[in-house]
């Protein structure tokens, strides 16, 4: 792979470099001119943000290891900046790097509320429960100002249509006042991602994100207010975050979550070149230790996209890994294979807007 243009450490950034999508038809290298600017100080990266125009909201998929088939991205890019994210690569179907630009140039959309009226209003909509933020994070930074996640929770409450949300956001505290009533007729589930307890860890690792202290106080807050919350260790990294998984899920049902998951680091794409490079870049010492572990864990290859091995991996190693998940849960009662039952019984189909203007002709 050509050298990625002006590879440097940005503060508050997860990715080294920028390299080039798989789907531009041009590639660049950094080379010295002589005048060393190679060695001038990088200006700082401003995150921006743009409008991205969709003809649709809900995403269908039928992957046999995904435990839902219906999910809401209200944004592409994250600036969470999670090295390891496996979104990354999607940013190349933009002619954008699933490098630092994945985390500094954001799209957020607009209509999602609206699009989501219609799509909920067809007449074939068979209602299923819709998973928020199964691709980038629904609470990111920006959420502050855009509140696109907030607009479609809004929506599904008044269809009172079942969703889950994935997050590793306290943002989502924002949200209680809508939750905590829908959680009454099960009509809603959380989960807060939870991949390290060190804050220094996660300075590098996912720097844009909410510290481990305030995640687990996000948990306390929903489990009080009376909404689930399950805890899902992801991904779990060899070497650098396997040893905490006992910890993490300790700490977590301390916090009121009732639930637990884990997923094993993937690296699809340009993500192992990426995340090979930060290795390099911040765990030099460790990073040999965290291939072999997860060739062993991957039949020998960096990724192994196979359904049925990709959330586990497979080995020696990883039936450890799933024996002391198992065990860890056993201990602080933590349920994991038993999904959550939403109730799909209350939705409300059909147009409101049709409902409202029958309402409004039956007085005159």
């Known amino acids: 792979?050509?050298?990625?243009?002006?590879?440097?450490?940005?503060?508050?950034?997860?990715?080294?470099?920028?390299?080039?999508?798989?789907?531009?038809?041009?590639?660049?290298?950094?080379?010295?001119?002589?005048?060393?600017?190679?060695?001038?100080?990088?200006?700082?990266?401003?995150?921006?943000?743009?409008?991205?125009?969709?003809?649709?909201?809900?995403?269908?998929?039928?992957?046999?290891?995904?435990?839902?088939?219906?999910?809401?991205?209200?944004?592409?890019?994250?600036?969470?900046?999670?090295?390891?994210?496996?979104?990354?690569?999607?940013?190349?179907?933009?002619?954008?790097?699933?490098?630092?630009?994945?985390?500094?140039?954001?799209?957020?959309?607009?209509?999602?509320?609206?699009?989501?009226?219609?799509?909920?209003?067809?007449?074939?909509?068979?209602?299923?429960?819709?998973?928020?933020?199964?691709?980038?994070?629904?609470?990111?930074?920006?959420e502050r100002e855009y509140r696109v996640t907030r607009s479609i929770i809004e929506v599904l409450a008044r269809r009172r249509h079942p969703f889950s949300i994935i997050t590793k956001s306290a943002m989502i505290e924002r949200d209680i006042d809508l939750l905590a009533p829908l959680a009454k007729d099960n009509l809603v589930y959380t989960l807060m991602s939870v991949t390290t307890l060190s804050n220094d860890l996660k300075r590098t690792l996912e720097p844009r994100t909410a510290s481990p202290a305030a995640r687990l106080r996000a948990i306390r807050s929903l489990s009080e207010a009376g909404i689930p919350v399950g805890v899902m260790v992801a991904p779990v990294i060899p070497v650098l975050t396997d040893s905490e998984l006992e910890k993490i899920l300790e700490a977590a049902a301390v916090a009121g979550a009732r639930s637990a998951g884990y997923v094993l680091l993937r690296l699809p794409y340009e993500l192992k070149d990426l995340f090979g490079e930060w290795l390099e870049q911040h765990e030099p010492l460790k990073a040999k230790h965290v291939w072999s572990r997860l060739h062993d864990m991957r039949g020998g290859r960096d990724n192994d996209p196979r359904w049925g091995h990709r959330q586990r991996g497979e080995g020696q190693y990883a039936d450890l890994l799933?024996?002391?998940?198992?065990?860890?849960?056993?201990?602080?009662?933590?349920?994991?294979?038993?999904?959550?039952?939403?109730?799909?019984?209350?939705?409300?189909?059909g147009s409101t807007a049709t409902a409202e203007d029958s309402r409004q002709l039956s007085l005159l």
């Open 322 to 349: 799933a024996q002391r998940f198992a065990a860890a849960c056993a201990r602080y009662g933590l349920k994991h294979r038993e999904r959550f039952v939403h109730n799909t019984q209350l939705f409300v189909a």
């Open 1 to 142: 792979m050509p050298s990625p243009i002006r590879p440097a450490v940005r503060n508050g950034r997860g990715a080294v470099s920028n390299p080039a999508g798989r789907f531009e038809s041009s590639r660049a290298e950094a080379v010295d001119d002589g005048w060393g600017s190679l060695d001038e100080e990088l200006p700082p990266l401003q995150t921006t943000v743009q409008p991205e125009p969709a003809r649709s909201i809900i995403t269908h998929n039928k992957s046999p290891d995904i435990p839902f088939d219906q999910s809401i991205n209200p944004y592409r890019g994250c600036e969470h900046g999670c090295i390891y994210c496996y979104a990354r690569p999607s940013h190349g179907f933009l002619n954008l790097s699933p490098g630092l630009d994945f985390e500094t140039k954001l799209f957020y959309k607009a209509d999602a509320a609206r699009l989501l009226e219609e799509e909920l209003s067809a007449r074939n909509y068979r209602c299923s429960p819709i998973t928020i933020g199964a691709n980038t994070d629904p609470y990111q930074p920006i």
